[in-house]
């Protein structure tokens, strides 16, 4: 069974730290804004300063311009609610694996992004935290 810790993503962040995973909202005229994987599988490259090429209707990667089928994006999409200007996302729990971003636990995020306090990682679905 798979646990999930919740975690209320203010208006204005456009990214996600989960650990060592990156997601971003994704926003296409496709279809509705989605929470996804912002970790480009070529070489790594931040999907969240990319763009969207019209032309062969994939996410573009802003290091090698490696494009990403905005459904196949989707299909990896955290499951995530929008509340008006904000959005709770589920955010799965890997048992037994330690959970570590940028610059290792507690690392300091900058205002573009939420990074996840690992302090209140021990709590389980009936929480909702507001990101920092």
């Given at each position: 069974m798979t646990e999930y810790r919740f975690l209320l993503v203010p208006a204005g962040r456009t990214e996600i730290w989960h650990g060592a995973r990156r997601y971003f909202l994704l926003s296409t005229k496709e279809g509705?804004?989605?929470i996804v994987p912002g970790t480009c599988p070529h070489r790594g490259g931040p999907l969240a300063l990319g763009h969207f090429d019209?032309?062969?209707r994939t996410w573009r990667c802003p290091w090698h311009g490696n494009g990403q089928k905005v459904t196949s994006l989707c299909r990896r999409a955290l499951p995530a609610i929008r509340r008006g200007d904000e959005w709770l996302v589920a955010l799965p729990l890997e048992v037994g694996r330690p959970e570590s971003g940028p610059g290792g636990p507690g690392a300091a995020g900058s205002g573009s992004h939420a990074d996840i306090d690992p302090i209140s990682l021990s709590r389980?679905?009936?929480t909702a935290d507001r990101a920092v």
């Open positions: 509705p804004p989605r019209e032309g062969s389980r679905v009936s």
